[in-house]
């Protein structure tokens, strides 16, 4: 990601802007619909590497969640 955006602040403001295009400012947040944003939101910038970023994403993706998810896409 430090290649991708000058700053962790320019990241929040480039995924903040996203979101807010996507209408989901409206709508609850779980952790699964948060993994699906973000990995939406950085295929739609063409990010290199996502099989990398993914497999990064699922790991924290099953680290963090409580209980432990059932499914993976």
Not at 6 to 12: E, G, I, R, V
Request: aromatic share 16%.
């Amino acid at each position: 990601m430090e290649q991708e955006f000058n700053s962790p602040f320019d990241f929040f403001q480039a995924f903040g802007d996203y979101w807010e295009g996507q209408g989901w400012q409206k709508i609850g947040h779980q952790l699964e619909d948060l993994f699906t944003r973000l990995h939406s939101f950085l295929e739609s910038r063409n990010t290199p590497h996502m099989d990398i970023v993914l497999g990064l994403m699922k790991l924290v993706y099953l680290c963090s969640a409580k209980p432990p998810p059932f499914k993976l896409k």
